[in-house]
């Protein structure tokens, strides 16, 4: 069994282009299923049936899963079965035709335009770190990137002049995000002066954009910190970097932006991803008809 979920992983990782993040994330769910299989003497998933998914499933309710977590493992189960199909493993899929388990929608926590502008309006220190958090708050917001496209960038992805970063997203797909106004003005000033109080002349150098105290780059752990300590001081607790990204996509669509050029600004493979954001805050929409439409004012005769 082993051996064959790290086939599997190697094809994702080859041939998928899955990120390490992804690779690991499968890993443990596969071994997770590799463990009930063999609790109930099941040595290999070609054997398993699909009475066996469905009791893995069963399982994974009575250990308190979130519906979201039971979904992602049995799609994982879905298309680790697939493959071994389609590889030769075994001539049967016990997961075929077998439906995931609905998620109840939920909607992404965002800030309104007022929230954002006191985040981003508090006071930060002067010094290095300072000109950072606050660069950092404004890329995320202002370009709407994912904290890991953040802690990614490289200074050769920065075309400032032109108003473009080249962002590396899911999967290893390259986007290029425009970055204009506060947000550009925020992180030009952080590399003229702070970035270069954080580089260590004696540490290894980094093409990282943004850095850490010892001249490293700056983790994703850390940007929680920033962002969360941010968020407290405006009085939300818990704040969420992806946060900031809803945000963005909140608020474009709200000023009028085009869902299909929001889609490609966050790099959303699917339409149908984007598309959260119009069910999020409708309420400009109810002003623009009440502002609009010939009867929306008329009171009946």
């Keep these: 069994m082993e051996g064959l979920v790290r086939e599997y992983l190697a094809h994702l990782s080859v041939e998928r282009g899955s990120s390490s993040k992804t690779i690991e994330a499968y890993g443990r769910d596969l071994r997770d299923y590799a463990a009930f299989l063999e609790k109930h003497g099941i040595g290999s998933a070609t054997a398993a049936s699909r009475g066996d998914v469905v009791g893995y499933e069963a399982d994974l309710i009575a250990r308190a899963y979130a519906p979201a977590s039971i979904e992602r493992h049995m799609s994982v189960l879905k298309g680790f079965h697939r493959f071994l199909v389609r590889e030769g493993h075994t001539e049967c899929d016990p997961t075929d035709s077998l439906r995931l388990p609905k998620v109840p929608s939920t909607l992404p926590d965002v800030l309104g335009v007022e929230q954002m502008d006191a985040l981003l309006a508090q006071p930060f220190d002067e010094g290095p770190r300072g000109l950072r958090d606050r660069a950092l708050l404004e890329v995320l917001y202002g370009c709407g990137l994912r904290v890991s496209e953040l802690v990614g960038l ?107 050029a929001i889609q490609e600004m966050l790099g959303h493979s699917d339409i149908s991803t984007t598309q959260v954001y119009t069910h999020v805050d409708q309420s400009h929409i109810k002003a623009e008809y009440l502002a609009a439409h010939p009867r929306a004012k008329a009171a009946p005769h």
């Design 154 to 260: 490289d200074r050769d992805s920065l075309l400032l002049d032109e108003g473009l970063v080249r962002v590396v997203g899911k999967g290893g797909k390259e986007r290029v995000a425009p970055i204009a106004g506060i947000a550009l003005c925020c992180l030009r000033r952080y590399l003229d002066e702070g970035r270069p109080g954080l580089a260590k002349p004696s540490a290894k150098a980094t093409p990282a954009v943004f850095l850490n105290a010892r001249g490293g780059r700056l983790t994703r752990q850390s940007v929680h910190r920033v962002v969360a300590r941010a968020g407290l001081s405006i009085g939300v607790g818990n704040l969420h970097p992806h946060t900031l990204r809803h945000s963005f996509a909140t608020h474009m669509l709200a000023g009028g932006a085009d869902l299909r």
